[in-house]
């Protein structure tokens, strides 16, 4: 395989020369089950498995390797390789895991684009695009809004005017991925080396866009439910395609939950407007409710910003701040834990001296 197809880049050449004077290899990774690893390296399609040591220096679950990572191996053997590091990524897609555990899932990593893929059927939903916004803003990597089924779409004039007011300067593009429609728009995110990846709900056309960007139908597609537009997940893991263009594609199972796992203000990126008109209002701390001189609400009496919008970012600054409270926490919990163990470590060489 060619590494300069699969993503490689001069940094990252840089980063891995310490290891190549020690014979090491490196290679992509396109596959995960579990603790098994499918690599896409110069030799061809491998698998590996994370070194003792590697899993023993690990500090927490965004340490370990995901879709799209670029690892240091050791030379395969009995067909299998051994991770031995990590190679510095780019950019990170990522999200909190399902349920009260405040924790990363990972979900792709090293990307250049992300299409974020939108059904113009029942399911288009404004509020959940914003929300996939600040996530991708979080990556990294540069946004691109995908409008499938524009060959059944409905309101299509509003809801474009309704997208271009919360997604300034974010390319939006219009296709039929079952009619192989208006493909030909994403050819400049698609060139050769580049890393693009797929997000969306259930339902909205990935997996028929991923075949016919691949020219074949390698993945299984399955027709939506017609009251609400939904579908089942027909991709049911994370991988790397290769694409007949020279570019990488990852493509990605739907997310029911969309929970933000940020660490730094990324909201502000995704609601600009909202942010500008905050810089107006009286006080520096302004929670833009019923605080006289709030030019955010000012806005929102004179029609010029829409309380949903308004809602919406209100709602995702809160959780922004919950979850970093969260994480400052287990942080805490986490520096506490390890230099406990490292005195208890300490305490017994010690006690190994004086016997």
């Known amino acids: 395989m060619n590494l300069d197809l699969l993503g490689w880049s001069e940094e990252l050449a840089l980063s891995f020369a310490p290891f190549a004077v020690q014979q090491l290899q490196v290679g992509r990774v396109a596959r995960q089950h579990k603790q098994i690893y499918t690599l896409y390296t110069e030799a061809g399609e491998i698998s590996a498995k994370i070194s003792g040591k590697f899993r023993y220096q690990v500090q927490s679950s965004e340490d370990l390797p995901c ?14 390789a051994t991770i031995q590091h990590l190679l510095p990524r780019r950019t990170l897609f990522s999200r909190k895991v399902t349920g009260d555990t405040t924790d990363v899932q990972l979900i792709a990593a090293n990307l250049d684009s992300v299409f974020l893929v939108c059904g113009l059927d029942h399911d288009f939903n404004l509020r959940r695009i914003e929300r996939y916004l600040v996530m991708i803003w979080e990556s990294g990597a540069r946004p691109i809004i995908v409008l499938n089924k524009v060959d059944i779409g409905e309101q299509i004039e509003q809801r474009l005017l309704d997208l271009e007011a919360i997604a300034v300067g974010i390319p939006i593009i219009q296709i039929s991925a079952l009619r192989d429609q208006g493909l030909d728009e994403l050819t400049p995110w698609l060139q050769p080396g580049q890393t693009v990846a797929l997000l969306g709900s259930s339902g909205v056309g990935k997996s028929t866009l991923t075949n ?43 997310l029911r939950e969309l929970q933000l796992w940020t660490t730094q203000t990324v909201v502000s990126t995704a609601f600009n407007e909202i942010e500008a008109l905050a810089r107006h209002c009286r006080f520096r701390d302004c929670q833009h409710q019923q605080e006289p001189g709030c030019a955010v609400q000012a806005a929102l009496a004179n029609s010029q910003l829409e309380l949903q919008r308004l809602q919406s970012y209100l709602k995702l600054r809160k959780e922004e701040a919950y979850l970093h409270r969260k994480q400052n926490q287990k942080a805490q919990i986490n520096t506490k834990a390890r230099w406990k163990k490292i005195t208890k470590s300490m305490r017994q060489r010690q006690q190994g001296k004086w016997q």
């Open 67 to 80: 879709v799209g990572d670029w690892v240091v191996i050791s030379a395969p053997t009995d067909q299998t």
């Open 212 to 254: 016919q960007l691949m020219g074949e139908p390698i993945q299984a597609v399955q027709a939506v439910r017609a009251d609400d537009s939904r579908g089942r997940h027909t991709t049911t893991s994370r991988q790397l395609i290769c694409l007949p263009s020279g570019a990488v594609l990852i493509d990605t199972p739907g």
